[in-house]
T-cell receptor, first 113, second 112 residues
Framework: LAKTTQPPSMEAYEGQEVNVSCSHT???????IYWYRQVPHQGPQFIIQ???DYVVNEVASLFISADRKLSTLSLPWVSLRDAAVYYC??????????????FGAGTRLAVCP | GGIITQTPKFLIGQEGQKLTLKCQQN?????MYWYRQDSGKGLRLIYY???????QKGDLSEGYDASREKKSSFSLTVTSAQKNEMAVFLC???????????FGPGTRLTVL
């Protein structure tokens, strides 16, 4: 499984757009990219997943470089509620089989009013 | 929608004591998980179960037992509590493929 590297922490002001990067230089052809976030005193929550190019949902956008070695989670207009630890996970996506998620230390995002 | 319930929310035990943590889900998910999260760290997989009565060891299973009595519940037993395993224990569930997991709020374990 590909190893991921994220900045340990980031800081932003409310209303700013935040981009959290994740490097996965050894990503395999069959591996997908997942992002979770964990607010204090709660379990992680799934945000978005992608394989290549660009994915968007109601919470965030995910940009994946052409060589798939770098992904960027984009959070538009962050609020205090977005203060959390953001985890980038790369894992196989095998239909009909169990796929293990490995949560690293993540990126701690602090949001200032 | 569904929910994952973990009990108790806080668990205090003595060193060497056997302690049990419980988890219930009403998503009707096949797969359930137990993770341990030490303060300021990522999650480590202890056990998972892909169906009722199935058990699979994760990366950190030594010192723990698990039980999947029925599809909706998954228990974790700390066989002999140690001070160095004070952490938050998180339960999760998912459909069979495991990539989108839903987590409970956690049980915080303190060992005296």
């Amino acid at each position: 499984l590909a190893k991921t590297t994220q900045p340990p922490s980031m800081e932003a002001y409310e209303g700013q757009e935040v981009n959290v990067s994740c490097s996965h230089t050894n990503i395999a052809t069959s591996e997908y990219i997942y992002w979770y976030r964990q607010v204090p005193h709660q379990g992680p929550q799934f945000i978005i997943q992608g394989y290549k190019d660009y994915v968007v949902n109601e919470v965030a956008s995910l940009f994946i470089s052409a060589d798939r070695k770098l992904s960027t989670l984009s959070l538009p207009w962050v609020s205090l509620r977005d203060a959390a630890v953001y985890y980038c996970i790369v894992t196989l996506m095998l239909s009909g089989s169990f796929n293990k998620l490995t949560f690293g230390a993540g990126t701690r995002l602090a949001v200032c009013p | 929608g569904g929910i994952i319930t973990q009990t108790p929310k806080f668990l205090i035990g003595q060193e060497g004591q056997k302690l049990t943590l419980k988890c219930q889900q009403n998503f009707n998910h096949d797969t359930m998980y137990w993770y341990r999260q030490d303060s300021g760290k990522g999650l480590r997989l202890i056990y998972y179960s892909i169906t009722e009565n199935d058990l699979q060891k994760g990366d950190l299973s030594e010192g723990y037992d698990a039980s999947r009595e029925k599809k909706s519940s998954f228990s974790l037993t700390v066989t002999s509590a140690q001070k160095n395993e004070m952490a938050v224990f998180l339960c999760a569930s998912s459909t069979g493929t495991g990539v989108e997991q839903y987590f409970g709020p956690g049980t915080r374990l303190t060992v005296l």
